[in-house]
């Protein structure tokens, strides 16, 4: 199947830093990339749909001044947690989407491993 | 915004027997698919379905895409030790949306 990369796995940083986190499809080229956040013990929350060359979509609730996306390249999408705070510690997981993979109007999302951010 | 309503939350079983859980939602999806995850991990897929009514099998993994196209369950049989984890439904139209999870404990 296809593959996600996500970079770091984990961090750890001081609050009111800024922390970038990258996905990457590997062996696809995804134009959409979607970045979702996990609580622990708690099921994955959308937070913002990635579109290639435009500007992301934020789910309602999501402060997209905070939470920065960039998707540069067809298989590349960063996500900068700006200013964080210890509230922002949590599972950030990201996936493409492959297009032609998948069938009828589904088109499969693969996800990456996650990456730990806690913030002291 | 589209809920998806999983249950049961948690479950402890034997070796050895089987599993079931389902997911409901009140609003309609063309796609619903299962996943299931471990600790520290991202999602992994185990069945995807496209249209209501299809029963798909993986292995010891059934699921089906309910007629009303608002449900799913998923069944495991003969549980073994290395089922224990989180098992996720999603519904997907334009993006995809999660259940709240099933966490899975199986006793050896």
């Known amino acids: 199947g296809a593959v996600v990369s996500q970079h770091p796995s984990w961090v750890i940083c001081k609050s009111g830093t800024s922390v970038k986190i990258e996905c990457r499809s590997l062996?696809?080229?995804?134009?959409?990339m979607f970045w979702y956040r996990q609580f622990p013990k708690q099921s994955l929350m959308l937070m913002a749909t990635?579109?290639?060359?435009?500007?992301?979509?934020?789910e309602q609730g999501v402060e997209k001044d905070k939470f920065l996306i960039n998707h540069a390249s067809l298989t590349l999408s960063t996500l900068t947690v700006t200013s964080a705070h210890p509230e922002d510690s949590s599972f950030y997981i990201c996936?493409?989407?492959?297009?032609?993979?998948?069938?009828?109007?589904?088109?499969?999302?693969?996800f990456g491993p996650g990456t730990r951010l806690t913030v002291l | 915004g589209q809920q998806l309503n999983q249950s049961p939350q948690s479950m402890f079983i034997q070796e050895g027997e089987d599993v079931s859980m389902n997911c409901t939602s009140s609003?309609?999806?063309?796609?619903w698919l299962w996943y299931k995850q471990d600790p520290g991990e991202g999602p992994v897929l185990l069945i995807a379905?496209?249209?209501?009514?299809e029963l798909t099998s993986n292995g010891r993994l059934t699921a089906q895409f309910g007629i009303t196209r608002k449900d799913s369950f998923l069944n495991i049989s003969a549980s073994i030790p290395s089922d224990v984890g989180i098992y996720f439904c999603?519904?997907?139209?334009?993006?995809?949306?999660f259940g709240a999870g099933t966490r899975l404990t199986v006793k050896p």
């Open positions: 996936s493409a989407r492959g297009e032609g993979r998948g069938k009828g109007s589904y088109n499969e999302q693969f």
């Open positions: 062996d696809f080229q995804a134009t959409t």
């Open positions: 990635s579109n290639e060359g435009s500007k992301a979509t934020y």
């Open positions: 609003s309609i999806f063309n796609t």
């Open positions: 379905l496209y249209k209501a009514g």
């Open positions: 999603a519904g997907h139209n334009n993006d995809m949306r």
